[in-house]
């Protein structure tokens, strides 16, 4: 349609009910049956509300639009994104591997909750050995996970056959495994005669290893037991979360693994600098953006030369969001270490040159960083993390493992508020920010310019 209408107006209604017991997305267009004149402008809008729908539009050229997605950039956000882009590297080019969740076919019978678990635990404990911990898209917040005690059994393709030595008939194999993981096998048997998983049922499904007891073959099953980001394909705002507990996620949740400095990635892919470059270029529905493999993957990273401060702003956020109650206590200085101090030194990694060529700083450099670098004190958030969630998991510590989580949890609180107490009253500090906001790039992003 590009290339043989001239397009006059796109009014996106996305997130906005415009049919009464409707809940398909809405976008009303006017076009002119004409082929365009090369300079056509088009005035878009994604209205708040129906109160003035068109108050806040832009215009964009028709000839910026691609042939796949159609992106309403206007010229000013075009010419960062086209920045972000040269400073930075597509995040599939880095070390990383990227992988979507597991697919069961059928996860009444292999999600399991904590009461399930335990049975067949104390009916039989070898069974504790297929039995892992999962996170579903639901659990993941920004910064933190909710999770409400699901399990997942863990029996991959070829399994059975590796215990036997070889592929036997079915009634053979399923006698096999009975005997091996007897209340494994009768949980799964209350399910064979269920029509469930597209109708097919546990037995008949197609997502199934060799055996219907299997899961379909899966090449990266030891990358969920690494440390890891995870993230939920539908989210209102980044809900990027670093694992490094073995919890294994389902589909529609994905993850990424990366060799070195992955608590970096963590705060650039949370960062509101680039989910704004995110949003020109994602798909926006009703339930939020979806932040899909396929895109998450060419989200430009630039990574910083001396990673260990932002590895220091990552411990401190992944510790301040442990939980609700601390979410809500330590709200202000969250706001502080993530609005001002991590966005801040963000916009400065991608624009030092930027902010060099406009008069903005001297010298193409990383000022900001430099002045928060010596208040930036490490906690000793991985073994903490560790007695924490080995807290959640297995449901106790030992006596001395309780006793060292307690000392750990008031030396990381003493070391983030003196952190958070020095970084607010450096005047340098607070100086530069300011600056940096200041920029016209920086006001467009936050939707101030």
């Not at 490490?378 to 000392?407: A, H, M």
Request: hydrophobic share 35%.
């Amino acid at each position: 349609m590009k290339e043989n209408f001239t397009i006059k107006k796109v009014i996106d209604f996305n997130g906005i009910r415009v049919f009464v017991g409707a809940t398909v997305d809405t976008l009303v267009y006017v076009i002119q049956k004409k082929k365009p004149e090369k300079d056509n402008l088009i005035f878009y809008n994604h209205p708040l509300s129906w109160d003035n729908i068109e108050q806040g539009g832009y215009k964009v050229k028709q000839t910026s639009l691609s042939d796949d997605v159609w992106n309403f950039v206007n010229e000013e956000m075009e010419e960062i994104k086209k920045w972000i882009e040269k400073v930075g590297k597509p995040l599939k080019d880095l070390d990383v591997k990227i992988y979507r969740g597991i697919t069961t076919g059928f996860n009444e019978a292999f999600v399991i909750d904590e009461e399930t678990r335990k049975r067949l635990i104390e009916e039989d404990p070898k069974s504790a050995e297929l039995i892992k911990p999962l996170l579903r898209g639901r659990d993941i917040g920004r910064y933190y996970v909710e999770w409400d005690r699901k399990w997942i059994i863990i029996i991959p393709a070829g399994f059975t056959k590796n215990l036997i030595g070889k592929n036997v008939p079915l009634e053979e194999a399923e006698n096999f495994f009975k005997n091996e993981y007897l209340s494994t096998y009768s949980h799964f048997e209350q399910f064979k005669n269920v029509e469930s998983g597209r109708g097919k049922g546990l037995v008949n499904r197609d997502d199934q290893g060799d055996y219907w007891w299997e899961l379909r073959p899966c090449d990266y099953y030891p990358e969920f037991e690494k440390p890891k980001i995870v993230w939920k394909e539908i989210a209102q705002i980044p809900s990027f979360y670093f694992d490094k507990f073995n919890f294994y996620i389902l589909a529609k949740v994905n993850m990424v693994s990366y060799n070195i400095n992955i608590r970096i990635l963590l705060l650039l892919l949370n960062s509101n600098f680039l989910f704004n470059y995110y949003k020109k270029s994602g798909i926006l529905i009703s339930g939020g953006y979806e932040f899909k493999i396929h895109r998450i993957e060419k989200i430009p990273i630039r990574l910083p030369k001396n990673p260990k401060y932002y590895e220091n702003l990552a411990n401190y956020l992944l510790f301040l969001h442990v939980t609700e109650e601390r979410r809500q206590k330590l709200k202000e200085a969250i706001e502080f270490f993530d609005r001002q101090i991590t966005d801040s030194l963000v916009y400065e990694l991608y624009f030092k040159e930027k902010f060099y060529e406009d008069g903005l700083y001297p010298e193409p450099r990383e000022y900001l960083l430099e002045a928060v670098s010596k208040h930036l004190k490490p906690i000793n958030y991985d073994r903490w993390s560790e007695l924490y969630w080995k807290k959640q998991i297995e449901g106790n510590l030992t006596e001395r493992e309780e006793k060292e989580f307690e000392k750990l949890e008031k030396e990381n609180i003493k070391t983030v508020e003196g952190v958070y107490k020095a970084l607010k009253e450096d005047v340098k500090i607070k100086e530069l920010i300011e600056k940096i906001k200041s920029h016209e790039w920086v006001k467009v992003i936050e939707g101030k310019g």
